[in-house]
């Protein structure tokens, strides 16, 4: 996990002002049968030290509304390079991505800065929460940079911290949580502005595996209420068993 991804901290993937809060439900439920988002033979390559290296090599993917598809793959073999193209963070060097009608490879900066804004959650390793603010203050700051108006704030704090079982420790600052507490703050965060995806490199892999099958039952909750995909990697054999798809990578390709 070496590239931009596990850089950027969530609070970098929301930085242009933009009209939040007009996904709903309905309009997804409607959307149900296509694609969420499609990637079509995508490549990436970098120039390291004047070599080229092909990271990516022909990917091919589809995710479905409501799923929960999985990355699986040894390190190295090019899953957060993916998550960053599908995440608009980076641009694929050659092939097509789609997010519902956006073609996210041929957007500039400002267009999928938007698209994430408004559509997008990430969730990382390390959580990524602000030290000295408290699980709630985490997420209220999710919905402020995100230009959710304050009047929707209380509302939305307390419920996406209900769905992630920490109502009764809204009130402590991450240091006074548990690992699993923090990621669950952090799954609040990630689906506080109603993205239609998740994005989660690695969710669970500083927890132990009773943290992490708390997070996955968690991932699944919040696929049923708040009607959104979720797109992770993972090492972890047990957990790939919630999976409804898992895309195994070998060498910056998919094998069946
Ligand atoms: N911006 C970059 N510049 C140069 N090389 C990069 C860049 N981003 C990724 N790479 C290289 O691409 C390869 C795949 O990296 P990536 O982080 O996608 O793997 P991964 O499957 O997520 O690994 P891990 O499971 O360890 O997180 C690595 O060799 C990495 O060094």
Redesign the pocket.
């Known amino acids: ?4 991804f596990r850089k950027r901290s969530t609070l970098e993937a929301f930085s242009v002002e933009e009209e939040p809060f007009s996904n709903s439900t309905s309009s997804r439920i409607i959307g149900l049968q296509s694609p969420l988002l499609t990637v079509r033979d995508v490549h990436r390559s ?1 120039q ?1 030290g004047g070599q080229q ?1 092909d ?1 990516l090599k022909g990917i091919e993917m589809e995710l479905r509304p409501l799923q929960l598809v999985m990355l699986k ?10 998550l960053n193209l599908i995440g608009g963070l980076d641009l694929p060097t050659k092939g097509e991505i789609l997010f519902q009608e956006h073609a996210i490879h041929h957007s500039s900066d400002d267009e999928r800065t938007l698209i994430r804004r408004k559509e997008i959650g990430f969730i990382f390793q390390s959580y990524a929460l602000m030290p000295l603010l408290s699980a709630w203050e985490n997420v209220e700051l999710a919905l402020r940079m995100a230009g959710v108006p304050r009047s929707q704030w209380k509302e939305r704090v307390n419920h996406c911290l209900d769905l992630v079982g920490l109502s009764k420790r809204m009130h402590h600052r991450p240091y006074e949580l548990s690992g699993g507490e923090q990621q669950r703050v952090a799954i609040a965060k990630a689906i506080a502005h109603r993205p239609s995806l998740i994005l989660a490199d ?1 969710p669970t892999a500083e927890l132990d595996s009773q943290m992490g099958a708390q997070i996955m039952s968690v991932f699944r909750s919040i696929i049923a209420t708040e009607q959104v995909t979720i797109c992770m ?1 993972t ?1 972890d054999p047990t957990i790939l068993e919630v999976a409804d798809h898992v895309y195994e ?1 070998v060498d910056g390709r998919f094998v069946t």
């Open positions: 996990m070496t590239s931009w970098f390291v290296l990271v793959g040894r390190s190295g073999s090019g899953k957060t390079t993916l690695e990697t090492h990578m």
